[in-house]
């Protein structure tokens, strides 16, 4: 019914730059926080960037100063604009996002997209 797709990763240089975004779709009422994780190679899944339905944000300690969240509440998406990139920012990058399907009345719940790659290397 609800579906998180992303898109924008792909192979970077250290000090290049990447946007990615997370369109949700579906019957959606309505979404509360959406953010970003990552998941490196033999590591647990991470926070990176979080922001709520009113424009709060929050990030990891990593990447402050480096990485942006917005998000278009018009369009369901949520986007994660990374500057300064670095070989240990590796990973596959994964959407969430907690939200209503339906009416008002049913509780949220979370959702995950397919995860996007983004390598830095030279």
């Known amino acids: 019914q609800v579906q998180l797709v992303e898109s924008g990763g792909g192979l970077v240089q250290p000090g290049g730059s990447l946007r990615l975004s997370c369109a949700a779709s579906?019957?959606?009422?309505?979404?509360?926080?959406m953010g970003w994780y990552r998941q490196a190679p033999g590591k647990q899944r991470e926070l990176v960037a979080a922001i709520t339905s009113g424009g709060s944000t929050n990030y990891a300690d990593s990447v402050k100063g480096r990485f942006t969240i917005s998000r278009d509440n018009a369009k369901n998406t949520v986007y994660l604009q990374m500057n300064s990139l670095k070989p240990e920012y590796t990973a596959v990058y994964y959407c969430n996002a907690d939200l209503v399907v339906g009416a008002w009345y049913d509780p949220p719940h979370d959702y995950w997209g397919q995860g996007t790659q983004v390598t830095v290397s030279s």
């Open positions: 579906g019957s959606i009422f309505s979404i509360n926080a």
